[in-house]
């Protein structure tokens, strides 16, 4: 049992790359493989092609870069959103794009990275997604805050948060920080599973539909400023 536990664990992460330049698909590719920890099951140039590749292919993470002909990212998103299992799809972003990671986050995107990332860092954002974790580029989240802060209620958000147990809190704002289930079980010293619950249980209490909102919820009421410490 242990052996196939083991083997399981060491499953290469199932990647469909959605970027309709050909010659940056092929560079991630190549550094997304090395490794071993990362397999591209397929390429896509535009949106029917994601969906087509995702529904022959079934791939644990999507990254999806939101301008494409013919059926663009934000429309691709909102297909898989729809579907039964989607995977868990991350926005490929530049920073001129501001608009398209707004929507792309309503849309449920769990993460979103920017395409001159340091190759180290994109393999690490595929692996933390795969294991249950969301992905912010704190060069996107700088950029992106500003404009969030007033999107709901700041002191709804703050008496959302305070419903939640100690534990929750705590799961929050490591959740905040990107940490994957594992690494958040890691430091508080609870399985995979019961992070995954707990996680299920404060996105429930906030309303928030993914990890991501709930990391902007967490950053917006940590500078709220009213002196409790979280």
């Keep these: 049992m242990r ?18 330049e050909v010659m940056l698909r092929r560079g991630l590719r190549v550094l997304l493989e090395q490794g071993g920890r990362i ?3 397929a390429e896509a140039g535009n949106g029917e092609e994601l969906l087509a590749a995702v529904r022959g292919h079934r791939p644990d993470v999507v990254l999806v870069d939101v301008q494409m002909p013919s059926k663009d990212g934000l429309s691709a998103l909102r297909d898989l959103r729809a579907m039964a299992a989607p995977p868990i799809a991350a926005v490929l972003t530049t920073f001129d794009l501001d ?3 707004a929507e792309a986050l309503r849309l449920g995107a769990n993460g979103f990275l920017l395409k001159d990332a340091d190759p180290a860092v994109l393999v690490r954002a595929v692996i933390d997604l795969a294991a249950g974790g969301a992905v912010l580029d704190p060069r996107i989240t700088a950029r992106l805050l500003p404009r969030f802060r007033n999107l709901g209620d700041s002191a709804d958000e703050v008496r959302l948060v305070r419903t939640l147990s100690a534990r929750e809190r705590q799961v929050l704002f490591l959740l905040a920080d990107g940490r994957s289930n594992a690494d958040i079980g890691d430091r508080l010293g609870l399985t995979e599973a019961t992070v995954k619950s707990y996680v299920s249980t404060v996105l429930g209490k906030l309303g928030a539909e993914n990890r991501v909102q709930a990391a902007l919820i967490a950053q917006r009421v940590s500078g709220c400023g009213d002196g409790e410490s979280w």
């Design 99 to 101: 608009d398209y990671v």
């Design 39 to 41: 397999r591209v099951v």
């Design 3 to 20: 052996g196939e536990t083991a083997g399981a664990a060491q499953r290469p992460i199932r990647l469909v790359l959605a970027d309709d």
